[in-house]
């Protein structure tokens, strides 16, 4: 079942606001990655998290690893339109398996 | 760039038939998947190919088939479909065995009637 507790569910929020969504387990992972999935598409890849504690921007985008490895942040800044889409966390632990949570759903009005 | 392609953007289908969703990525990846995306679940796995010819199951994969014949194709199918298997379908792809990095398709709508 889901191990990944993804949280806000959605958010609605003006543009040039900034924004935050977190991931926490139970369970331990090596490896963080951030996803987006624009409607009608799949989701691309973000950012990448490989050690605890490693803090990572690409952008406007910025993820951490959090230090007991049991969590990781996502945040975006001066959103924008074309932020909108589903953000998904995954976490992996071993052999080509990646845990995926329920997605925080963004909408960004003008 | 790589690019994961997914044969059916949207199927209708009935109850009982056999469905193929096929997939075929252009990077010359050794790693293919495909995952079940609904709503308030994320996705989950369903299958996994690390090898031509070879497969390991994920976390939902009864009801589901899989075949990879060719490295660059990974096909998902289903015996005899049911409506809780009305989903959207993603394929994806990865280089490396231990990444998490993957290339995904656009998706394949299923609402099976």
């Known amino acids: 079942g889901q191990q990944l507790n993804q949280s806000p569910q959605s958010m609605f929020i003006q543009e040039g606001e900034d924004v935050s969504m977190n991931c926490t387990s139970s369970?331990?992972?090596?490896?963080w990655l951030w996803y987006k999935q624009e409607p009608g598409e799949g989701p691309v890849l973000l950012i990448a998290l490989y050690k605890a504690g490693e803090l990572t921007s690409n952008g406007r985008l910025t993820a951490q690893f959090g230090i007991t490895r049991k969590d990781s942040f996502l945040n975006i800044s001066a959103s924008i339109p074309s932020d909108v889409g589903i953000y998904f966390c995954a976490g992996q632990r071993g052999y080509n398996k990646l845990i995926f949570g329920a997605g925080t759903r963004l909408a960004v009005h003008p | 760039d790589v690019k994961v392609t997914q044969s059916s953007r949207y199927l209708v289908k009935r109850t009982g038939e056999k469905v193929f969703l096929e997939c075929v990525q252009d990077m010359d990846h050794e790693n293919m998947f495909w995952y079940r995306q609904d709503p308030g679940l994320g996705l989950r796995l369903i299958y996994f190919?690390?090898?031509?010819?070879?497969?390991e199951k994920g976390d939902i994969p009864e009801g589901y088939s899989v075949s990879r014949e060719k490295k660059e194709r990974f096909s998902l199918i289903l015996e005899s479909a049911s409506t809780n298997q009305t989903s959207m379908y993603l394929c994806?792809?990865?280089?490396?065995?231990?990444?998490?990095?993957?290339?995904f398709g656009e998706g394949s709508r299923l609402t099976v009637l």
């Open positions: 369970s331990i992972f090596n490896t």
């Open positions: 190919s690390y090898d031509v010819k070879m497969k």
């Open positions: 994806a792809s990865s280089l490396g065995t231990y990444t998490g990095e993957l290339f």
